[in-house]
């Protein structure tokens, strides 16, 4: 089955300093979806990725996708406590478009 | 920005009640999703749902689950008897078929909180 790879499972960072979240997929993806989830509330859409090799930034997050579509990264710069939470990758595998996987979150704790 | 939206956001019911959870997609999205979360774990796929039939399930969805698209707006998921176990976040989410790469996306609700006593 598919599953998507999230590293690390937990980050504290001090305020200020920038940090990466990676996610990982065994098989090719048609779309990269990343959220950012306060513990036991909803889903917030962060940023999609659909082509190889794209790169989105919303303020202080960057994403990133992979030339295979298949690894993505979130890089944020200078974190702020304000970043805390959890931070899930989502995708949908090119040969089913019935199912949407979200890897299991890493938690960040960013410390003032 | 077009919306998916749930209600309630948050439901407690007795053990062996039945509840209805509800959803509206977004308008002209064809493909509708409900996902479980239990708290602290992971977003956990549930049932898709196009042309007014189950497309696909996962295990979790078993005869207690049905989804139903009653009024060509609405879409909701009843759990029959709920258990214990089914206290989680449940999200809904709708999709605009394939093919159309620009307006292509995913949107989620914000969630329903059920509590099962």
């Known amino acids: 089955s598919q599953e998507l790879e999230q590293s690390p499972q937990s980050l504290i960072v001090q305020e200020g300093k920038n940090l990466t979240i990676n996610c990982t997929s065994s098989?090719?993806?048609?779309?990269l979806y990343w959220y950012k989830q306060k513990y036991g509330e909803g889903l917030i859409f962060l940023m999609m990725?659909?082509?190889?090799?794209e790169e989105k930034s919303h303020e202080k997050i960057t994403a990133k996708l992979d030339e295979k579509k298949q690894q993505s990264s979130l890089h944020i710069t200078a974190s702020q406590p304000s970043h805390a939470g959890i931070y899930l990758c989502g995708a949908d595998p090119v040969y089913n478009f019935n199912k949407f996987y979200f890897g299991s979150g890493t938690k960040l704790n960013v410390k003032p | 920005e077009p919306e998916v939206t749930q209600t309630p956001s948050h439901q407690v019911t007795q053990m062996g009640q039945e509840v209805i959870l509800r959803c509206v997609p977004i308008s002209n999205h064809l493909y509708f999703y409900w996902y479980r979360q239990i708290l602290g774990q992971k977003v956990e796929f549930l049932v898709s749902?196009?042309?007014?039939?189950?497309?696909?399930k996962s295990e979790i969805f078993d005869d207690q689950f049905s989804v139903e698209r009653p009024d060509g707006s609405n879409f909701t998921l009843k759990i029959r008897s709920t258990k214990l176990e089914d206290s989680a976040m449940y999200f809904c989410?709708?999709?605009?078929?394939?093919?159309?790469?620009?307006?292509?996306?995913?949107?989620f609700g914000s969630g329903t909180r059920l509590t099962v006593v």
């Open positions: 989410a709708s999709s605009e078929a394939r093919g159309k790469a620009l307006n292509y996306g995913y949107t």
């Open positions: 098989k090719t993806l048609y779309g």
């Open positions: 749902f196009y042309n007014n039939e189950i497309s696909e």
């Open positions: 990725l659909q082509k190889g090799g």
